[in-house]
C-alpha cells in the first residue's frame, strides 16, 4: 500500500469536512443519509468513515471548527465583527444547528460532547480577554464574564434563529444596544446623550 | 343528524387543538404523522380534519394563540413578565417552532401564513402601548417601536433556543440588560451608578 503523505491526508480530512457541510446544509443533519454524504463528498462510505467514525464525529467536527473561529473573530476583533460573521454564514448551516438543538436536551451522550466543542484554554482566553476589556474601562465591570457570556449567547442564538428563518435580523439596533448595554456606565451615557 | 351545541362545537375544537399541541411537543413537527395526530387527540382523521384542513393548520392556529398569548403578557404586564412566560413554556412545544424555521425561509407560502398570525391590530396596539410607555418616560424614546420589538424578538428567539436546547437562560442578568438598555437615558445611569 502506498505511503501517503501528511499533506494527502489533511485534503482528504478537509475534502470530507467541507462535502459534509454542503451535505448538512442541503439536507439538514436528519436528511444528510450516508447516501447523500457519499454524494457530496464524491467518496465512499468506507473512505469517509475512516476518517471520522459516525455522522456525528463530522457534525461536531465543523461546529468545533465554527465555534474557533467565532471566539477567535470575538477575541481578535470585537464584539461587532462576532456578530456580522454570525448574520453572514450561510442560512442553511445556521438552520442544521437547530436540527440539534432538540437532541441536546435529551441525548446526554451528545450534550456532553457538544459542551467539549469548547476547550477550556480558549474559554479561559476569552475571561481573560473580558477581564482586560474591564480593567481599561471598554466593558462594564459590574458583571461577571460569564455572565455577559451568556447574555451575548442568548443574542447570538436569537440571530442564528432570524438568518435561518430568512429574516433580516435588524443588525445595526442590535449592535447599538449590546454595545451599548455592554460599555461602562460612562461611555453609555456619552453615547446616549450625544445622539 | 343531531344538531351540535355552540358549546359542544367549542370544546371538540379545542380538544383537537389541546391533543395536536401534544403530539407536536412529542413527536416535533415532521414527526407528528397523521396517526399520531389521531392517537394523541382521540379522534379520527376524518374528525380532526372536518375543523382543521391540514396539519399547518393546526399548528398555525397553535402558534398564533401563543402570539396573542404573547403580546397580551407584554401590554398588560409589561417585558418581564413577557420574558418569564417564554422561559417557562414547555421545551418541547418550543422545539416545534425550530422545526418549522427552514420552512419559513423556503416556502414563502407558509411564510406568508406565518407572518399574519399577528392581527394588524394587535401590532398597533403594542406599537401605541410602546409610544405611551416612550411619553411616560419608562421607555427609550430614540428608538422606533418597530426597532426595539426587532430587538426583543432577537432576544426571545435566543431564549427559545436555550430552553429547548434544555440549558437555563441567563434570567437574571438577561432581564436586568434587557431593562436597562430600553430604559430612558436618566433612569439608566442611576439604576448602573447606584449598583
Known sequence: ???????????????????????????????????????????????????FATKEDLFLELATRDNNRINTIWVERGLEDTIRAIVEEDPDWLGVYLDVVHRLRTDAAFRERWDQRMPKEQENEIVARMKQEQAAGHLRSDLEPEQIGKFLGVVFDGLAVQRAAGYDPPLEVLLQLVTETLAPVRARTRARTSA
Open 1 to 51: 500500500m502506498p505511503k501517503i503523505s501528511e499533506e494527502a491526508k489533511t485534503e482528504r480530512r478537509e475534502r470530507i469536512l467541507a462535502g459534509a457541510r454542503r451535505c448538512f446544509a442541503r439536507h439538514g443533519y436528519n436528511g444528510a443519509t450516508v447516501v447523500r454524504l457519499e454524494e457530496e463528498i464524491g467518496l465512499s462510505r468506507g473512505a469517509i468513515f475512516n476518517w
